[in-house]
């Protein structure tokens, strides 16, 4: 499975942005997928997810602001960010949860993962 996330860049404090996933494949058995965030010396910290029934969690320091959706049609998850704040400065990570099995030619069998993760992408913003 591949996840491929988009959509930072470096904005001034109160602006907003967009952050998109795209996965290779289909999302709707998905368990949930996530947005975290990862700010230089932090652990990486979860910030939002939306379940496979459409349900949805937050971060305390983000709601209000950030909201997650997807769109299943387009096998994508997206996080939209408003009145963004200096401290929201990280990288950013899109993260799949859902076991999919994955023809292995090394070990001549099938591989079972349930963790997926896309590269990040870096979101800065300036006071």
């Known amino acids: 499975v591949q996840l491929q996330a988009s959509g930072g860049g470096l904005v001034q404090a109160g602006e907003s942005l967009t952050l998109s996933c795209a996965v290779s494949?289909?999302?709707?058995?998905?368990?949930?997928m996530s947005w975290y965030r990862q700010a230089p010396a932090n652990r990486r910290e979860l910030v939002a997810s939306?379940?496979?029934?459409?349900?949805?969690n937050y971060v305390d320091s983000i709601k209000g602001r950030f909201t997650i959706s997807r769109d299943i049609a387009k096998r994508s998850a997206y996080l939209h960010m408003s009145n963004l704040k200096p401290e929201d400065t990280a990288v950013y990570f899109c993260?799949?949860?859902?076991?999919?099995?994955?023809?292995?030619?090394?070990?001549?069998?099938?591989?079972?993962?349930?963790?997926?993760w896309g590269q990040g992408t870096q979101v800065t913003v300036s006071s």
């Open positions: 494949r289909r999302i709707d058995d998905f368990v949930s």
């Open positions: 939306i379940g496979q029934d459409g349900s949805t």
């Open positions: 993260n799949a949860q859902g076991i999919v099995s994955t023809w292995d030619p090394s070990i001549r069998n099938f591989k079972y993962e349930y963790d997926h």
